[in-house]
């Protein structure tokens, strides 16, 4: 796979967060401590530190620059092909770009393997959106879909998961992306809900596999995801998947108000569940005060308390 050596890439429109300028902290080759099978990127050995990355100086230049070219930034975006956190001077980093982005908000895109870390702790609590990945909790797990470097100290990632939410003032999304065969068991499944209920972050995005992954994997499809988050009860759970099924349907007033005290639903879930009549229906409860309207980093609920 040949890469790029910009640092800076986009903008981009992203439905969630709006238009992002993008940050390569590894643009010219794969650096990560994990090899998921997943990966859109190429397999390659697991690092625990990168060995070839850009001058905290150099970014910060280039981001000055592109946003004097497009002013019109709703998001810088942190990522890496690889892992971001293992950039060697990420706060440092993070706190250049606070003094400059004004009114735009930060993000940074992450396995989550770090967060133990108190430098990579501290850090993340200065970025207005953290999203971590979380696909699995048990070892076996782990080892045969994330393929951890040996570095990766797994029983402490949720515990500082749960801390970090506890301390943050900003944004927290969880990611978990399901792949058939590996983390799509009942056992994982259950253990990741017990996971996600104590770590409680603002949102959970749930999806699969959409491009084309380094090895042989399956996606699951949109009816597992769908069960995945009805399982994922009280929790703001948002089902990512191109191309989504619709299946209209007509709601009663209390099975409205019965499904969202279950689970939370997105603008996108309603669009693709109710007809209009269940829309208007849904638009009366939430005038009326029974149904409440919650955001979290871009994506809007609707949520019974």
């Known amino acids: 796979m040949s890469y790029s050596n910009s640092i800076i890439f986009g903008p981009i429109p992203s439905r969630r967060f709006g238009i992002s300028l993008g940050i390569d902290l590894s643009p010219s080759k794969k650096q990560c401590n994990f090899d998921c099978l997943y990966c859109e990127l190429e397999p390659a050995k697991t690092i625990n530190k990168m060995d070839i990355y850009p001058r905290v100086e150099d970014i910060v230049s280039e981001v000055k620059n592109s946003l004097i070219k497009h002013p019109k930034i709703d998001v810088i975006t942190i990522t890496c092909n690889g892992e971001p956190t293992l950039y060697p001077k990420l706060n440092e980093l993070i706190d250049e770009l606070n003094k400059i982005k004004g009114s735009i ?78 983390n799509d068991k009942d056992e994982e499944i259950e253990l990741l809900y017990k996971a996600i209920k104590n770590i409680n972050p603002n949102r959970v995005d749930i999806g699969t596999i959409d491009r084309p992954p380094a090895y042989k994997v399956i996606p699951v499809d949109f009816e597992f995801l769908q069960k995945v988050a009805n399982r994922f009860c009280d929790i703001n759970v948002n089902i990512v998947y191109k191309n989504r099924p619709k299946q209209i349907e007509r709601y009663s007033k209390e099975d409205i108000v019965s499904t969202l005290k279950r689970r939370p639903l997105t603008f996108e879930d309603i669009e693709n569940m109710f007809d209009e009549e269940s829309k208007n229906i849904l638009k009366t409860l939430v005038n009326d005060d029974i149904i409440s309207i919650v955001g979290s980093s871009g994506v809007q609920f609707y949520k019974k308390f």
């Open 105 to 182: 908000k930060t993000l940074i895109l992450s396995n989550g393997s770090t967060i133990y870390k108190k430098d990579i702790f501290e850090a993340l609590l200065k970025i207005d959106t953290v999203k971590l990945s979380l696909d699995c909790i048990s070892n076996k797990c782990f080892k045969k879909l994330d393929r951890q470097d040996n570095s990766v100290e797994i029983d402490k990632i949720v515990p500082s998961m749960i801390e970090f939410s506890k301390r943050t003032k900003n944004n927290f999304v969880i990611e978990i992306l399901f792949v058939k065969d590996l």
